[in-house]
């Protein structure tokens, strides 16, 4: 029932000075848990807040389920609003703050003490009731304020960064929790997060913001496949970046000459001979072999730095035209090779995108402020 | 507890010198005066006895005038709080939260009624109110007499007034401060979760605010118990304790004067530590008392259609409140002023108008001048002194564990009333009793140490619990400054912003006692 949807929706601060929401169309379909993602300043939570009415829009609309909403106060949206900082009222104890949006909503007394006690045992937190949320943990005052927001009835919930202020492990644990209880109930779900791993790990669909605009929606898949903008293909996972210029297209195939004259091949996606492009590759799709050897995208170069980080282990490889290369392999695939080393990077031509060169420059592209 | 905990060596006993100077100092200023009263009362039982209750003439008509006195004062008192409340509350939220034209200009009008001399603004109130050249001459007579009364409650309409003026700054101010300091994330998180704005303040602001809200009360309260400037010119027939132990003083009747003094202060401990103390403690948590009363889902309703509807209506009121209590009088005041100021606007005569009044013969202006020199000087030296003392108090209330006690003691000269402290301080310090000084300027001095400490000392410490300044304390010390350094360059700077202008003023304010010394 929630569908989300908005259109042209700008929001400036300070007089005008500051645009934290550019513009933007976003639609949010019924049961859809949907992760807003970007850097910090992006506009995200800004986009969050409006949707909550905890700011309005200077223009554009907002609308919940086929009700326009843009003027309305957070009280009348029937929302649920979960916070980083939590937000549990510190003079109520776990019990009173679980069942405080059903009071003041003035519903009978079994059905508020009811649901209280079902959102209470389904964040397993119902034998804290009488615990005041100084006497609670960091992930346990979350999961109260989760049971919170979700005993008002709501449909829809918006969650701003609620696992920012939690340690690693808890994080990754109350992720898919949020994740279940969303699908459980059967609810819409916003979220709000810089931490692309979290946003890949949970959502249905991620809109990746920049600078208050939406550069793509899509599934964590098609964004980390077929990124459509080069920001994205570097926040979304990591990606090594290549200028060159396009120096032949076929019909599927595009050659580009990198500087030192190495060429390597792309899929075609509408770029003209002659052209500025910078290529992008992943880490984690570039092979690694010893010595010198040839082939289609293989470039010769020499290790120039390894680390050892767990699961993986990282190369930083100086190529021929001194261009630098990072590399990313399983840790336990394959032998370890030694700082200078010489050896041949290759990749598979499918693998790597092909995106115009940005008229500001590519590091004010992929800048995160 | 955590740099000047265990000093070494030298300072260890540089420490204690300092410690040992300003609790002294501290008993001397401060305490002994606060106390003086009630043991001055008990040392000389018999005469005060014989005064009050068995004089050989009267009989115990002192102690019914007592009663009476003590009882109007009371009424006057918690009239005025609750008025106070009930339109102070609303007006700190407002000036907290909302952005509007006009903001500044209305803070200051706000304070100004501690800003100036509570004489001249009872003057005003009164040429406003009761006379023809006031709002009265719009009708041709005054609006309230000077006697009318509070049907039921017998509290003088225009004394009243007054009072609501020169006290509800102090719940407006703190509870403003209060919610500036506090996030609005609980009012959104309310909001979000389906409660209207009214709800939101009744359920989550009010609570977490309590404290607030009942320390401004507190210094209302003192601040009525004990006014005597301004009520002096509205009194008319009435006669509130504060006055009373005025003119009994300045008939040299120190017997009951010093009686009704002392039961002033013991009244306001009674009433206002107590409370103090639960609340401080507890806190106060979500009430159950709307919903035992089954009331709850009406209120929410009208609640919602409050915050929906009314709130321009709310706006309004507020407004009309400050004309009433705060523009008017002043208003009137300077048009009286303008109109007379070269001529008297009824006769014409010359002789009579203000310019001719202050330079003329009579040369009133340099009497003026020379009484505003008095008491700036006096406010001035007072103040600097309170500052000497109350600036290592607040590290002492920090640092110690006895400071928790020092703190509570301090809040005893703040709801002393004025009057039984100047007197107190006469008889302690003036020719009945050490002989230290002569009713005068010094004597002003010392009466106006005794509140200004801990006036200094609230809102400093305020700062230092609401703020991170123990961490920049741990950060200047793992730089390499000593405690004393850190507190010189990090502690006392960042503390010392927050001893800021309402609190100068009340220390400047209130010259009650000056007026019943001579």
């Not at chain 1, 279940?180 to 819409?188: M, S």
Request: one cysteine or more; a neutral charge.
């Amino acid at each position: 029932m929630p569908e989300v949807e908005l259109k042209n929706v700008v929001k400036t601060f300070d007089k005008g000075r500051i645009t934290a929401v550019d513009h933007i169309d976003l639609h949010v379909r019924d049961r859809e848990y949907l992760t807003l993602l970007g850097p910090s300043g992006c506009g995200k939570t800004t986009t969050l807040r409006m949707i909550a009415g905890l700011e309005l829009p200077d223009e554009g609309e907002i609308s919940i389920g086929d009700k326009l909403v843009s003027n309305l106060p957070p009280e009348y949206r029937d929302i649920g609003y979960v916070f980083q900082e939590y937000a549990l009222f510190p003079h109520m104890d776990v019990w009173n703050n679980v069942t405080y949006g059903p009071r003041v909503k003035g519903w009978q007394e079994e059905k508020s003490d009811r649901i209280g006690r079902e959102m209470l045992e389904m964040v397993r937190l119902f034998e804290r009731a009488d615990a005041f949320p100084s006497e609670l943990s960091g992930g346990m005052r979350q999961r109260v304020a989760l049971a919170r927001a979700l005993s008002s009835g709501a449909k829809l919930l918006l969650l701003d960064e609620p696992l920012g202020a939690l340690d690693a492990k808890i994080r990754t644990d109350l992720r898919y929790e949020i994740r279940r209880l969303v699908k459980d109930l059967r609810l819409t779900a916003i979220h709000v997060t810089h931490d692309q791993a979290e946003a890949m790990a949970i959502s249905d669909r991620i809109a990746v913001m920049r600078k208050g605009k939406i550069l793509q929606v899509g599934t964590p898949q098609e964004l980390y496949l077929t990124p459509q903008h080069i920001f994205v293909a570097n926040f979304v996972g990591e990606s090594n970046f290549l200028e060159g210029y396009v120096v032949d297209r076929a019909e599927s195939k595009l050659t580009v000459e990198l500087r030192g004259g190495i060429s390597v091949m792309s899929l075609n996606k509408d770029h003209k001979k002659g052209e500025k492009v910078v290529v992008a590759i992943r880490p984690e799709v570039l092979s690694i072999h010893k010595g010198k050897k040839s082939g289609v995208n293989s470039i010769f170069g020499s290790i120039e730095a390894f680390r050892f980080e767990g699961n993986n282990v990282r190369y930083e490889i100086r190529l021929q035209n001194e261009d630098l290369l990072v590399v990313v392999r399983p840790a336990l695939m394959g032998e370890w090779m030694d700082v200078r080393e010489k050896v041949t990077v290759a990749f598979p031509v499918e693998k790597s995108f092909v995106f115009s060169y940005p008229e500001r420059g590519l590091r004010t592209e992929l800048a995160l402020e | 507890m955590t740099i000047f905990s265990e000093p070494k060596g030298k300072q260890n006993l540089l420490s204690r010198i300092g410690v040992s100077a300003t609790v002294a100092s501290l008993i001397v200023f401060v305490f002994l005066p606060s106390f003086f009263l009630i043991s001055f009362t008990f040392t000389r039982w018999p005469e005060v006895y014989n005064e009050v209750f068995a004089n050989p003439l009267i009989g115990d008509t002192n102690w019914i005038e007592i009663q009476k006195y003590l009882g109007l004062s009371l009424r006057l008192a918690i009239f005025a709080v609750a008025i106070d409340l009930i339109f102070g509350i609303p007006l700190a939220y407002i000036l907290a939260r909302k952005k509007f034209w006009g903001k500044g200009f209305l803070e200051d009008l706000i304070t100004f009624t501690l800003v100036i001399p509570t004489s001249g603004f009872g003057f005003a109130t009164l040429i406003a109110w009761t006379t023809i050249s006031g709002i009265g001459a719009l009708f041709g007579r005054g609006i309230v007499e000077t006697n009318y009364l509070i049907p039921g409650f017998n509290v003088p309409v225009i004394m009243l007034l007054v009072h609501i003026a020169l006290t509800f700054p102090y719940i407006v101010k703190t509870l403003k401060a209060k919610l500036e300091d506090m996030s609005t994330l609980f009012e959104q998180a309310s909001g979000t979760l389906g409660a209207s704005p009214l709800t939101t303040f009744r359920k989550i602001l009010f609570p977490l605010t309590i404290p607030a809200i009942f320390s401004g009360a507190v210094m209302a309260f003192a601040r009525s118990l004990g006014e005597t400037g301004a009520t002096l010119v509205v009194q008319s027939v009435f006669t509130t304790a504060p006055i009373a132990v005025i003119s009994w003083v300045s008939q040299f009747k120190f017997g009951p004067a010093a009686f009704l003094g002392s039961l002033l202060i013991i009244v306001a401990s009674a009433i206002i530590l107590p409370v103090e103390f639960i609340l401080q403690k507890r806190g106060v948590s979500t009430f159950s008392f709307f919903s035992a009363l089954n009331i709850e889902k009406r209120l929410l309703k009208v609640e919602d259609f409050a915050s929906r509807k009314l709130s321009r209506l709310r706006d309004a009121i507020i407004i009309l409140f400050i004309v009433i209590v705060v523009v008017v009088p002043i208003f009137v005041v300077l048009n009286s002023v303008a109109l007379s100021w070269s001529s008297d606007p009824n006769t014409g005569k010359v002789t009579e108008s203000v310019v001719y009044q202050l330079f003329g013969p009579s040369n009133y202006f340099s009497a003026l001048l020379d009484a505003t020199l008095v008491s700036f000087s006096s406010a001035g030296i007072a103040t600097y002194i309170a500052a000497c003392i109350a600036i290592p108090t607040v590290f002492l209330i920090e640092r110690y564990r006895f400071g928790r006690f020092l703190r509570a003691l301090l809040r005893i000269p703040l709801i002393v009333p004025t009057s039984a402290l100047g007197l107190s301080i006469l008889l302690l310090w003036g020719p009945g009793g050490l002989r230290l000084a002569d009713p005068g300027i010094w004597l002003i001095i010392l009466t106006h140490i005794v509140f200004s400490v801990p006036v200094v000392v609230e809102p400093m410490l305020a700062t230092f619990e609401g703020s991170d300044i123990p961490l920049y304390e741990e950060a200047s010390r793992t730089l390499g400054a000593n405690p004393y350094n850190t507190v010189e360059s990090v502690a006392l700077p960042l503390s010392a912003l927050r001893i800021d202008l309402p609190d100068c003023n009340l220390i400047c304010s209130p010259y009650d006692f000056q007026k019943g010394d001579h």
